[in-house]
């Protein structure tokens, strides 16, 4: 069942929101090559926590770590470890938040060091799918016109759209109704109403669509092995467009 968030709930959602933008702002610094995964996920953990809040992932489902860290061919859901970042990667790192029994959830792609022109392009472009998908935010719009949005730019890029993982709606569940696809048709699917609360989430791959699950059951990659990058904000669906809770409310 889609909901239609009251005032106070989408102002602890701005709260948890924020703590999320915070996190990634403060684990910025530390994404640099020798630093590992699961180092990350524990300065994201202690972060979360000293903003009291607690974090949105762990035991989610039975998931281990507090964040998501994706590298390079990983598209999503990537599970920290001992793996150390190297000069030339991307890293994915997906991060949720829990306010007062409401969430907040984004997603942001990094360069680690130096990356060839190849990964400036997806992170780039897959940025601005993510914006594309904002533009479409509207009451009255309708999801499938996020999808055709971001399917189009992708699609005009030449990068491959994840189908079998899409965008949601959030609340005091990390994961609510509806289902936002990146692809799609206009004027198709539910009608975005004022106060619905939404995670936009663009999953774009330098090559081939098709993605594969790893034997831990969570990690997902390219079928291909070419790189991905994920962008995700939470937004909330206004009169005239949206207000995103994860970030500053700079269309770029």
Not at 235 to 243: E, N, S
Request: aromatic share 8%.
């Amino acid at each position: 069942m889609i909901s239609i968030k009251t005032d106070r709930e989408i102002e602890l959602l701005k709260q948890a929101g924020h703590i999320v933008y915070l996190t990634h702002k403060y684990l910025e610094p530390y994404i640099k090559p020798g630093i590992t995964t699961k180092q990350l996920d524990k300065l994201a953990h202690d972060f979360i926590i000293s903003q009291n809040a607690t974090c949105s992932f762990l035991n989610y489902e039975g998931f281990p770590a507090s964040i998501c860290t994706s590298i390079n061919e990983e598209v999503v859901h990537g599970i920290p470890s001992n793996r150390k970042l190297k000069n030339g990667d991307i890293i994915s790192i997906d991060i949720g938040a829990c306010y007062e029994g409401y969430h907040g959830d984004s997603a942001w792609s990094y360069p680690v060091g130096k990356i060839s022109e190849e990964k400036k392009y997806l992170l780039e472009h897959t940025k601005k799918a993510l914006y594309e998908g904002l533009k479409a935010v509207k009451a009255g719009a309708r999801i499938g016109d996020i999808g055709y949005a971001v399917e189009s730019y992708a699609k005009k890029h030449h990068l491959g759209v994840v189908e079998e993982l899409v965008g949601h709606g959030v609340g005091s569940s990390i994961h609510e109704d509806p289902e936002v696809p990146n692809y799609g048709q206009k004027n198709t699917g539910h009608i975005l109403k004022e106060n619905m609360v939404i995670a936009i989430e663009p999953m774009l791959n330098l090559g081939t669509a098709n993605v594969l699950m790893l034997d831990d059951d969570w990690t997902i990659i390219t079928e291909d092995n070419k790189p991905s990058a994920h962008f995700e904000h939470t937004v909330v669906v206004t009169k005239d467009g949206c207000k995103i809770l994860t970030g500053d409310d700079n269309f770029e």
